[in-house]
């Protein structure tokens, strides 16, 4: 997904497990998800002796093992189900690093590290999930409790500013909290750790390091004033607290990551006023009347920051999508979902680019509503914090 609309608020849909006791698997799920893998990658074979497996190992063990063709599969469809992705036309490229092995956290903070390097490739950016334990009764699976696998800190001032991203300050202020030693001085992009829960729901901070978070330091085609902001941003944005549903079993942990499009970052992270608040700063730079709004200061100042990023990006090789390349390509995943036959739900205020979206195709339609029951899928994050233990 690419991040346009509106983020957070939203409270667990029902019928999502509990975080402490994980429900068991409803077989008529699992089955569904079977008949689907089955007609959609290998229609030629039959399906009768793996219904009756994995319909015995639910009634065994409340849950069911998928195989990795299944895994993967399923990874990719939820993708492709993401009503608010615009990059959904790559879809079957989805690179899965199966590890539903690893329930210890040091170990999710180790192979989340590990994710980052594999889908970084020096700026040749390739979309990668990362699969860790699935929730179980009676033994939930881990939890990487922050958004994405690089975010930067809000340092939050006594008099209420940030210094950072204010989007992170509750965050921050909860890792201090715990613990984490605040660098100091407070930087605008300071690296947040990792927090992670484990099966026992204690959690635990761990730092990434620094050579394996991708920068890029942005600089302006014509305005070498750019360049001495000192501004940055991160490579890769990794989702990393949506749960992942397949076939009835939920993977907590399973952080994935495509690359930017280039309004996510100059038009959203670093122009929102409850973000980075950067136009002000740069209209000044330009020489812009900022007294009225009149004058259209922040579109124009907004259009030079989303240039500097692409410059950027694209001067350090860095894989990013513009706003025009990217709405004809999801046009094009429509299309051919229409031909496959299939219901395909989009969410406009989250497909339309934030900037200029009436020069962009995407604009001019509407879409199939989005479906909450559809699956596989990414379902609502879970929150910062773990359900406080029972008394
Ligand atoms: N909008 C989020 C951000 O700016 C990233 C969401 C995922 N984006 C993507 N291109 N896969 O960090």
Redesign the pocket.
Same mark, same amino acid.
């Given at each position: 997904?690419?991040?346009?609309g509106r983020s957070g608020g939203h409270p667990p849909p029902p019928g999502v497990a509990d975080e402490r006791d994980p429900a068991p698997v409803d077989p008529a799920v699992a089955e569904e998800f079977l008949r689907q893998v089955h007609a959609e990658t290998d229609p030629g074979t039959t399906l009768t002796d793996r219904l009756r497996q994995v319909r015995a190992e639910i009634d065994r063990t409340g849950t069911w093992t998928q195989t990795t063709h299944e895994l993967v599969f399923g990874a990719r469809i939820a993708w492709r189900n993401s009503a608010r992705?615009i990059?959904r036309l790559y879809w079957q490229s989805l690179q899965v690093r199966d590890l539903r092995h690893l329930h210890d956290p040091a170990d999710v903070a180790q192979e989340s590290v590990g994710h980052l390097r594999a889908a970084t490739r020096g700026g040749k950016i390739r979309s990668t999930m990362t699969v860790f334990a699935p929730d179980a009764p009676g033994r939930p699976g881990p939890r990487i409790r922050n958004d994405?696998l690089v975010r930067y800190a809000g340092h939050r001032a006594p008099d209420g500013s940030v210094v950072g991203d204010p989007g992170q300050a509750d965050f921050t202020d909860h890792v201090v909290g715990m613990g984490w030693p605040r660098p100091q001085p407070a930087g605008r992009f300071d690296v947040l750790p990792l927090l992670i829960t484990g099966p026992d729901g204690r959690s635990r901070l761990f730092d990434v390091p620094p050579d394996a978070v991708h920068e890029v330091p942005l600089r302006h085609p014509e305005h070498p004033w750019f360049a001495r902001l000192g501004l940055r941003w991160h490579s890769v944005?990794a989702?990393s607290n949506m749960p992942l549903e397949i076939g009835g079993v939920v993977y907590p942990a399973a952080p994935f !990551?495509?690359?930017?499009?280039d309004t996510?970052?100059g038009a959203? !992270?670093l122009a929102d006023t409850d973000r980075y608040d950067l136009l002000p700063e740069i209209a000044k730079r330009l020489g812009l009347d900022t007294r009225s709004v009149r004058t259209m200061w922040r579109d124009r100042a907004m259009v030079e920051l989303v240039r500097a990023v692409t410059y950027s990006f694209d001067a350090d090789g860095v894989t990013m999508a513009d706003h025009y390349s990217e709405s004809e390509r999801f046009l094009t995943f429509l299309a051919k979902e229409e031909a496959a036959g299939r219901r395909c739900p989009a969410d406009w205020s989250w497909i339309v680019p934030p900037m200029s979206g009436s020069q962009t195709p995407v604009f001019h339609r509407y879409y199939d509503e989005p479906d909450p029951d559809l699956r596989p899928a990414f379902l609502e994050p879970h929150g910062l914090r773990p359900p406080a233990a029972q008394a």
């Open positions: 997904m690419t991040g346009h992705c990059g994405q944005p989702i !990551n495509g690359w930017y499009l996510e970052v959203r !992270n």
